[in-house]
């Protein structure tokens, strides 16, 4: 079954702190895994795209790393800020007849406090 | 660009209610995509458009939900008749080659 599983399922770490989030996923076949940032109350944006042959990608304090071969993702964010506190969502898109669909992790909700 | 734009942002109806929600996807976006999100099941896709045309609706819950897309500028979701287990957030997102952009969502609550 094509899946992915996120952890922690919420996390509370203070200003300043690094941290990082785990992602398994169970897709196949596998083209490419995305991290996205969900502020409340607002949609999911974006953070990196990763492909199969990219170990590691940074954007700003966030950097993601993959293991295509355990299957494997994380999202390390360093120095946090109040910011980014938010959901954070792994997916990995599936080809469903010729088309894209994307299955979404359950996210992790982070909390920064100062 | 304004992204892609949903409306209304928060909808109270009561049981039995019909419920229209819309979105304009960014121009150009060949893919457009109603997804639903609640704490319990995370994000799940209802249905999706290529070109206006509908390809996949197996997400869409029950005969009570419908989607169209009468150009490549419009989208609506509608539910008729709403009962309280539609309450939750529904996200519009469109998208060209790979990378997906969401609306800001409307909140649905069904009393």
């Known amino acids: 079954k094509n899946q992915v599983e996120q952890s922690p399922q919420s996390l509370i770490i203070l200003e300043g702190k690094n941290c990082t989030l785990q992602?398994?996923?169970?897709?196949?076949?596998?083209?490419?895994l995305r991290w996205y940032k969900q502020d409340t109350g607002r949609g999911p944006v974006s953070l990196t795209i990763m492909t199969f042959s990219e170990n590691t990608k940074s954007n700003g304090r966030y950097t993601a790393t993959l293991d295509a071969d355990t299957k494997q993702s994380s999202l390390h964010i360093t120095a946090s800020q109040l910011s980014d506190s938010a959901s954070y969502i792994c997916v990995v898109p599936r080809i469903h007849f010729g088309n894209e669909k994307l299955t979404f992790g359950t996210g992790t909700r982070l909390t920064i406090i100062p | 660009d304004a992204g892609v734009i949903q409306s209304p942002r928060h909808e109270v109806t009561e049981m039995g209610q019909e419920v229209t929600l819309r979105c304009k996807p960014i121009?150009?976006?060949?893919?457009l995509f109603w997804y639903r999100q609640t704490m319990m099941r995370g994000l799940e896709l209802l249905i999706y458009f290529n070109n206006n045309v509908p390809i996949d609706d197996s997400g869409m819950p029950e005969d009570r939900f419908s989607a169209k897309m009468p150009n490549a500028s419009f989208s609506t979701l509608k539910i008729q008749p709403s009962e309280p287990r539609d309450s939750a957030v529904y996200f519009c997102a469109s998208r060209t080659g790979y990378g997906y952009t969401f609306g800001s969502g409307t909140r649905l609550t069904v009393v």
């Open positions: 121009s150009g976006h060949d893919y």
């Open positions: 992602c398994n996923y169970t897709v196949s076949p596998f083209s490419n």
